[in-house]
């Protein structure tokens, strides 16, 4: 689903970039902002600053704004409702929820708001080109009150327009928004992509207010942003994981996975990132599957559902990826359970969320690295479901070979129909070779 738990994190994409103020640089307005009025001088000197520091030079100038903090609140709605209708929104949570990703009844749209309006302290705008610094940021998170013991001095506000300014440099030099509009269906390949440009801008932001950018810098932010969850969590203690998790995601595993670019090969490595970028959410969790021992990263095509599906109407189509199917199995097991390992054996799904009325039903189609792990995720799954939805939601669950095939809703009551039929049209593609799902092993114990 375009939105589902990262429909705001790419879709509200770059004011979620401002989110990082959220822990790290809340308070951007007690040196940068005299009420409306913004300290030109030192903004001159942050925009040259971290110009030379990470290395690219910025195009065109970068106008900075004032809005208040209901003028921000329209500009992310204007940006999320840019790609998305309310019915879709709707139909994403719903699908959400059935697939155990977001409480029930949860109003998507007004808890990404929420969150962000309550958080936001400046943000890069693509569309209009600007810097927006909102109003009233005099709120201060852990991590400044841990930067200012580090340096020694009041820096959050310099730490916050090097951050977003980093976001303008990627703008203008490598075409971000582009990039990201080419991944639009498949949220997952957008978040790793989005998480390399958190974990750029976090660190270079960093790296300008610490004066300077080696390794010891980035091994110092890894280490402290290992304290953003039970940040988030005091903040915004009734944050749904299905939004948080993914939030968190760009900026610890984004810096973890940037830094270890820098380590490789300094900022021109990084830059290197943006042209070829990571592709799942798997290969920022598991560094060493982009840098050392890269596999080709399948996607799989869902058909076959239209002739029996008739009067549905496709409301969205994504792809969760592992990052999410941690986030699900975590949240209805509980963290300490033994099944998460589950979602690292990962390593491809599709979901698509059909419509009627107002009746929404999931189609969702993952694969795994070995047969065996595709035959205990659906055990393990099944019985999630059997508890999440009980008798009052049909769902069925069918394997082969290393696939498994999920149906939650009213097509679930046709599935000994509808699943082979999807089976049989359905597709994977890996390294440019598409092939079928194979046939149901006869020996195989249904």
Same mark, same amino acid.
């Given at each position: 689903?375009?939105?589902?738990?990262?429909?705001?994190?790419?879709?509200?994409?770059?004011?979620?970039?401002?989110?990082?103020?959220?822990?790290?640089?809340?308070?951007?307005?007690?040196?940068?902002?005299?009420?409306?009025?913004?300290?030109?001088?030192?903004?001159?000197?942050?925009?040259?600053?971290?110009?030379?520091?990470?290395?690219?030079?910025?195009?065109?100038?970068?106008?900075?704004?004032?809005?208040?903090?209901?003028?921000?609140?329209?500009?992310?709605?204007?940006?999320?409702?840019?790609?998305?209708?309310?019915?879709?929104?709707?139909?994403?949570?719903?699908?959400?929820?059935?697939?155990?990703?977001?409480?029930?009844?949860?109003?998507?749209?007004?808890?990404?708001?929420?969150?962000?309006?309550?958080?936001?302290?400046?943000?890069?705008?693509?569309?209009?080109?600007?810097?927006?610094?909102?109003?009233?940021?005099?709120?201060?998170?852990?991590?400044?009150?841990?930067?200012?013991?580090?340096?020694?001095?009041?820096?959050?506000?310099?730490?916050?327009?090097?951050?977003?300014?980093?976001?303008?440099?990627?703008?203008?030099?490598? =075409?971000?928004?582009? @990039?990201?509009?080419? #991944?639009? /269906?498949? +949220?997952?390949?957008?978040?790793? *992509?989005?998480? &390399?440009?958190?974990?750029?801008?976090?660190?270079?932001?960093?790296?300008?207010?610490?004066?300077?950018?080696?390794?010891?810098?980035?091994?110092?932010?890894?280490?402290?942003?290992?304290?953003?969850?039970?940040?988030?969590?005091?903040?915004?203690?009734?944050?749904?994981?299905?939004?948080?998790?993914?939030?968190?995601?760009?900026?610890?595993?984004?810096?973890?996975?940037?830094?270890?670019?820098?380590?490789?090969?300094?900022?021109?490595?990084?830059?290197?990132?943006?042209?070829?970028?990571?592709?799942?959410?798997?290969?920022?969790?598991?560094?060493?599957?982009?840098?050392?021992?890269?596999?080709?990263?399948?996607?799989?095509?869902?058909?076959?559902? =239209?002739?029996?599906? @008739?009067?549905?109407? #496709?409301? /969205?189509? +994504?792809?969760?990826?592992?990052? *999410?199917?941690? &986030?699900?199995?975590?949240?209805?097991?509980?963290?300490?359970?033994?099944?998460?390992?589950?979602?690292?054996?990962?390593?491809?799904?599709?979901?698509?969320?059909?419509?009627?009325?107002?009746?929404?039903?999931?189609?969702?189609?993952?694969?795994?690295?070995?047969?065996?792990?595709?035959?205990?995720?659906?055990?393990?799954?099944?019985?999630?479901?059997?508890?999440?939805?009980?008798?009052?939601?049909?769902?069925?669950?069918?394997?082969?070979?290393?696939?498994?095939?999920?149906?939650?809703?009213?097509?679930?009551?046709?599935?000994?129909?509808?699943?082979?039929?999807?089976?049989?049209?359905?597709?994977?593609?890996?390294?440019?070779?598409?092939?079928?799902?194979?046939?149901?092993?006869?020996?195989?114990?249904?």
């Amino acid at each position: 689903m375009t939105s589902q738990a990262t429909h705001f994190v790419r879709r509200l994409w770059w004011p979620v970039c401002a989110i990082l103020a959220l822990l790290i640089l809340r308070g951007c307005a007690y040196s940068l902002l005299n009420g409306d009025r913004v300290n030109s001088e030192q903004a001159a000197k942050v925009e040259a600053g971290i110009q030379d520091l990470r290395q690219l030079r910025f195009k065109h100038p970068v106008p900075l704004v004032v809005k208040t903090p209901d003028e921000a609140e329209v500009m992310m709605e204007a940006d999320l409702m840019r790609d998305n209708t309310d019915s879709q929104l709707e139909a994403d949570a719903v699908a959400g929820a059935l697939t155990g990703l977001y409480p029930a009844g949860m109003d998507l749209k007004a808890q990404s708001l929420k969150l962000l309006k309550s958080q936001v302290a400046g943000f890069y705008d693509p569309h209009g080109k600007e810097m927006v610094l909102v109003e009233g940021g005099d709120n201060i998170g852990f991590w400044n009150t841990a930067t200012e013991f580090m340096i020694q001095r009041d820096i959050v506000g310099e730490m916050l327009l090097a951050h977003e300014l980093t976001h303008a440099l990627q703008d203008q030099n490598f =075409d971000l928004e582009s @990039s990201l509009d080419r #991944v639009k /269906d498949d +949220d997952d390949r957008a978040i790793a *992509l989005k998480s &390399v440009a958190e974990g750029d801008a976090t660190i270079a932001g960093f790296a300008y207010a610490v004066g300077r950018m080696d390794n010891t810098i980035a091994d110092m932010l890894t280490d402290n942003l290992k304290n953003l969850p039970q940040a988030l969590k005091a903040e915004a203690p009734d944050t749904p994981e299905g939004l948080s998790a993914p939030l968190l995601f760009q900026y610890s595993d984004g810096v973890r996975f940037v830094a270890e670019a820098y380590r490789r090969g300094g900022w021109s490595a990084v830059d290197a990132l943006y042209r070829d970028p990571p592709l799942s959410s798997h290969q920022i969790l598991h560094p060493e599957l982009y840098f050392d021992k890269r596999a080709p990263t399948p996607r799989i095509t869902i058909a076959g559902y =239209d002739p029996i599906m @008739s009067g549905w109407k #496709v409301a /969205d189509t +994504d792809t969760f990826g592992e990052l *999410l199917l941690h &986030v699900i199995l975590e949240r209805n097991l509980g963290p300490q359970s033994n099944e998460l390992g589950l979602a690292a054996r990962w390593t491809a799904d599709r979901i698509i969320i059909l419509q009627q009325s107002r009746a929404v039903d999931v189609i969702w189609m993952l694969t795994f690295s070995d047969a065996q792990t595709a035959s205990h995720f659906t055990v393990v799954y099944e019985t999630l479901l059997d508890r999440l939805l009980g008798d009052a939601t049909p769902h069925r669950i069918d394997t082969r070979s290393n696939a498994v095939l999920v149906v939650i809703g009213q097509g679930a009551d046709y599935f000994d129909t509808l699943a082979p039929a999807i089976w049989n049209a359905s597709t994977i593609q890996s390294a440019g070779v598409t092939t079928r799902f194979p046939p149901p092993d006869p020996s195989a114990d249904r």
